[in-house]
């Protein structure tokens, strides 16, 4: 039988966007808005296009400047100086490649490299008629639970918003703290008596705690409230664990888990039973995969989390949350909704509107996994161009 050729890349543009949010959300540490990220485009050989984004955000980076913050400004200067020459000819569905070609020309900047990555992985699915998660390895979900982030707002804001969000059915929020150790415990009560005792909660201090006394102290303090986690109370994978030794909930681990190294850095000191994978933080779905399996076998739990991403880099955290086995838990993932879609619904909606052309399907608390070519729903591109930033 004759060979066909396999697609290779053939180019890669960059696009800067800001979405308008739907209230402020912030997190300790946080000093730029969200949704103001970098959207990559990928094209083929063949002229198929492909989708990627950077939800880069210069405060956010790993404990003890282990791994530095990447703004829209850095992630666009390393994708078109040094990434995207890179990649030019690399056959479709050779991350392997990718990857070590991205590695080889720059270290680091894991946003810009998952930016492409994504992009990558939708072209290739979108070529081979396959959704992402077949290229990951498979489905282990169907459904993906929603976390719904409580941010650094007014304790009356949060009270009212809980409310809903319990009534839409999430069954999972997310609070964050690590500001005060007073108004902490006080938001926490505060929506526990909100919604009831049938939604799950977990706390993010954001490595807000000074000391892990301090974080031990308060978290204890919450006790009464039934914590599902607690979300890295302090920095430093030493002073994680020695909070996790004293607490009754688990910890999880974000800032200090980047990659898979890190991983077994946390598994060796046993400092949280929990990991929260990005797509973004190891540099990329393939690199993310790693991390996931790292975890499932040194008996780590997962959730996928991120950067409050547009619709674009949102449906990289599903399909990578539908194919890791270890992402057993609710996951801190938008419910990306164009602003035609929208009805008043509080849960999962960060945004007024989104760049995708179809919103994503909220079923009983849970997005159902996209089954379509690559990501599985096209960008809207009369959105991305309402939205496109020019500076």
């Given at each position: 039988?004759?060979?066909?050729?396999?697609?290779?890349?053939?180019?890669?543009?960059?696009?800067?966007?800001?979405?308008?949010?739907?209230?402020?959300?912030?997190?300790?540490?946080?000093?730029?808005?969200?949704?103001?990220?970098?959207?990559?485009?990928?094209?083929?050989?063949?002229?198929?296009?492909?989708?990627?984004?950077?939800?880069?955000?210069?405060?956010?980076?790993?404990?003890?400047?282990?791994?530095?913050?990447?703004?829209?400004?850095?992630?666009?200067?390393?994708?078109?100086?040094?990434?995207?020459?890179?990649?030019?000819?690399?056959?479709?569905?050779?991350?392997?490649?990718?990857?070590?070609?991205?590695?080889?020309?720059?270290?680091?900047?894991?946003?810009?490299?998952?930016?492409?990555?994504?992009?990558?992985?939708?072209?290739?699915?979108?070529?081979?008629?396959?959704?992402?998660?077949?290229?990951?390895?498979?489905?282990?979900?169907?459904?993906?639970?929603?976390?719904?982030?409580?941010?650094?707002?007014?304790?009356?804001?949060?009270?009212?918003?809980?409310?809903?969000?319990?009534?839409?059915?999430?069954?999972?929020?997310?609070?964050?703290?690590?500001?005060?150790?007073?108004?902490?415990?006080?938001?926490?009560?505060?929506?526990?008596?909100?919604?009831?005792?049938?939604?799950?909660?977990?706390?993010?201090?954001?490595?807000?705690?000074?000391?892990?006394?301090?974080?031990?102290?308060?978290?204890?303090?919450?006790?009464?409230?039934?914590?599902?986690?607690?979300?890295?109370?302090?920095?430093?994978?030493?002073?994680?664990?020695?909070?996790?030794?004293?607490?009754?909930?688990?910890?999880?681990?974000?800032?200090?888990?980047?990659?898979?190294?890190?991983?077994?850095?946390?598994?060796?000191?046993?400092?949280?039973?929990?990991?929260?994978?990005?797509?973004?933080?190891?540099?990329?779905?393939?690199?993310?995969?790693?991390?996931?399996?790292?975890?499932?076998?040194?008996?780590?739990?997962?959730?996928?989390?991120?950067?409050?991403?547009?619709?674009?880099?949102?449906?990289?955290?599903?399909?990578?949350?539908?194919?890791?086995?270890?992402?057993?838990?609710?996951?801190?993932?938008?419910?990306?909704?164009?602003?035609?879609?929208?009805t008043g619904q509080v849960g999962g909606i960060y945004y007024r509107d989104d760049l995708i052309v179809a919103p994503m399907k909220l079923v009983d608390g849970a997005i159902e996994v996209p089954t379509g070519p690559g990501m599985g729903i096209d960008v809207d591109l009369a959105k991305v161009e309402q939205y496109r930033v020019r500076d």
């Amino acid at each position: 039988r004759r060979e066909t050729a396999v697609p290779t890349i053939k180019s890669i543009e960059t696009l800067l966007v800001q979405l308008p949010t739907r209230r402020e959300h912030k997190w300790t540490g946080l000093t730029e808005a969200i949704g103001r990220y970098l959207l990559t485009r990928m094209t083929d050989s063949d002229g198929r296009v492909g989708w990627g984004e950077a939800p880069a955000l210069k405060d956010w980076g790993g404990e003890f400047g282990r791994y530095f913050g990447e703004s829209t400004l850095i992630a666009k200067t390393v994708i078109e100086n040094y990434l995207a020459p890179s990649l030019v000819g690399v056959e479709l569905g050779n991350f392997v490649e990718m990857h070590a070609r991205m590695d080889a020309v720059i270290k680091g900047y894991p946003y810009a490299k998952a930016a492409l990555d994504f992009a990558a992985y939708d072209l290739t699915g979108r070529w081979l008629g396959l959704p992402v998660h077949m290229l990951l390895g498979g489905k282990a979900r169907s459904r993906i639970a929603v976390t719904h982030s409580i941010g650094l707002i007014p304790i009356a804001d949060a009270e009212k918003e809980v409310a809903q969000v319990a009534a839409e059915g999430i069954r999972t929020i997310k609070i964050k703290i690590g500001v005060d150790a007073k108004r902490d415990i006080e938001m926490v009560r505060t929506v526990r008596a909100a919604v009831g005792d049938d939604v799950e909660l977990c706390v993010d201090a954001n490595e807000g705690y000074r000391t892990p006394g301090e974080a031990i102290t308060t978290v204890r303090a919450m006790a009464p409230y039934r914590l599902k986690y607690v979300e890295q109370p302090v920095m430093g994978i030493e002073r994680i664990a020695e909070v996790a030794r004293a607490i009754e909930p688990p910890v999880m681990a974000d800032e200090s888990a980047w990659n898979a190294h890190d991983v077994i850095q946390i598994s060796e000191r046993r400092a949280a039973q929990i990991v929260s994978i990005y797509t973004t933080k190891p540099g990329g779905l393939y690199k993310a995969m790693e991390v996931a399996a790292v975890c499932r076998a040194a008996g780590i739990i997962c959730n996928v989390n991120g950067s409050v991403e547009t619709g674009v880099g949102n449906l990289a955290n599903i399909h990578l949350a539908a194919a890791a086995p270890s992402a057993v838990l609710s996951c801190v993932v938008p419910v990306s909704t164009p602003a035609q879609w929208q009805t008043g619904q509080v849960g999962g909606i960060y945004y007024r509107d989104d760049l995708i052309v179809a919103p994503m399907k909220l079923v009983d608390g849970a997005i159902e996994v996209p089954t379509g070519p690559g990501m599985g729903i096209d960008v809207d591109l009369a959105k991305v161009e309402q939205y496109r930033v020019r500076d």
